[in-house]
């Protein structure tokens, strides 16, 4: 059964840092490529980073040089470390495989406001 669970978010100021994690369910996981996706209100959901099964990361324009994607495939778990944060990056962070199921967690709220 496929589970996704987000954790790390919260409120912040701006030009902080948060650290997401989003513990995946699946013996497939090390073999996947894996992503965070955001959604802010009234927009729609993006891609904000990605990372392949051997560690290869690409990010969203707007986000480049301040976050980044890392994985622990012993704990079937993503990261995203997220530095420098802005109010446009108030959203809520959902994880996924890259490309997405069609399942969706909870998603972890994060608010960049001072």
């Known amino acids: 059964q496929v589970q996704l669970v987000e954790s790390g978010g919260g409120l912040v100021q701006p030009g902080g840092s948060l650290r997401l994690s989003c513990v995946a369910s699946?013996?497939?996981?090390?073999?996947?490529?894996m992503a965070w996706y955001r959604q802010a209100p009234g927009k729609q959901r993006e891609l904000v980073a990605s990372i392949t099964s051997a560690g290869s990361t690409n990010y969203a324009d707007s986000v480049k040089g301040r976050f980044t994607i890392s994985r622990d495939n012993a704990k079937n778990t993503v990261y995203l470390q997220m530095n420098g944060l802005k109010p446009e990056d108030t959203a809520v962070y959902y994880c996924?495989?890259?490309?997405?199921?069609?399942?969706w967690g909870q998603g972890t709220q994060v608010v960049v406001s001072s």
């Open positions: 996924n495989w890259r490309p997405p199921i069609n399942y």
């Open positions: 699946g013996s497939r996981f090390s073999f996947d490529a």
